[in-house]
């Protein structure tokens, strides 16, 4: 099956770092963009940032401009999301997708999607 796992979340101090992975089975990841997505509790899911298959586009939400930075490793099937100076406000599940179009701004048009990992900031 075509799968995505993600990986890499857990708990850091506001300030802190973190890097998600997003791992992909089953297909070949560089023929795909790739977008992450993070949704906290009560809240609905919001986009975070997205890279297109050849890595020239790289978008990310305007909280995250100058925070968090979207990178792919093709040799190793994999994309990242390195996250810095996180803030409480950062705390959700982050979810990576991929589809193999384009970069889209709403959620429901993505292929296919991980499972999450929890990231939590907190003193």
């Known amino acids: 099956q075509l799968q995505l796992v993600e990986s890499g979340g857990g708990l850091v101090q506001p300030g802190g770092s973190l890097r998600l992975s997003c791992a992909a089975s089953g297909f070949t990841l560089e023929y795909y963009a790739i977008g992450w997505f993070r949704q906290a509790p009560g809240k609905e899911r919001e986009g975070v940032s997205c890279?297109?298959?050849?890595?020239?586009?790289?978008d990310y939400a305007d909280s995250m401009k100058g925070r968090f930075t979207i990178s792919r490793d093709n040799a190793k099937n994999t994309v990242y999301l390195q996250m810095n100076s996180l803030k409480p406000e950062d705390t959700a599940v982050y979810y990576c997708?991929?589809?193999?179009?384009?970069?889209?701004?709403?959620?429901?048009?993505?292929?296919?999607w991980g499972q999450g990992t929890q990231v939590t900031v907190s003193s």
């Open positions: 997708a991929a589809t193999r179009t384009y970069c889209h701004s709403a959620s429901r048009l993505w292929e296919y």
């Open positions: 890279i297109s298959s050849s890595g020239g586009q790289r």
